[in-house]
Nanobody, 129 residues
Framework: EVQLQASGGGLVQVGGSTRLSCAVS????????IGWFRQAPGEEREGVAC????????FYDDSAKGRFTMSVDSAKNTVFLQLNSLKPEDTAVYYC??????????????????????WGKGTQVTVSS
């Protein structure tokens, strides 16, 4: 069974940085989609950065481009999201989600989070001014 556990985050000042980690178990790294999503209070869950072996490239939402970097360390079964130049509007619970045997690109799965099969518990990022 695939399990995901996000960690990191916390309280960060505007302009600061933090790194989120997602520990993955029960997962095969040869054919997958995995991504970072976030959900602010009263808002829908949205994709931040997603990668799929279907396309081989990482998609970043416009809000994340140039500030966030997603990386995968398959040897350590961990996915990271480096968040830099944080803004108050980045405040949200951040989740990692995945699915096996993806049909579509990372762009699709970030746009349609319901396409993911597995979710971990989220981790809170609060950006204070």
């Amino acid at each position: 069974e695939v399990q995901l556990q996000a960690s990191g985050g916390g309280l960060v000042q505007v302009g600061g940085s933090t790194r989120l980690s997602c520990a993955v178990s029960g997962f095969t790294w040869d054919d997958y989609a995995i991504g970072w999503f976030r959900q602010a209070p009263g808002e829908e869950r949205e994709g931040v950065a997603c990668i799929s072996t279907e396309s081989g490239s990482t998609f970043y939402d416009d809000s994340a481009k140039g500030r966030f970097t997603m990386s995968v360390d398959s040897a350590k079964n961990t996915v990271f999201l480096q968040l830099n130049s944080l803004k108050p509007e980045d405040t949200a619970v951040y989740y990692c989600g995945s699915r096996r045997a993806p049909y579509y690109s990372g762009t699709f799965y970030c746009a349609y989070p319901n396409g993911m099969d597995y979710w971990g518990k989220g981790t809170q990022v609060t950006v204070s001014s």
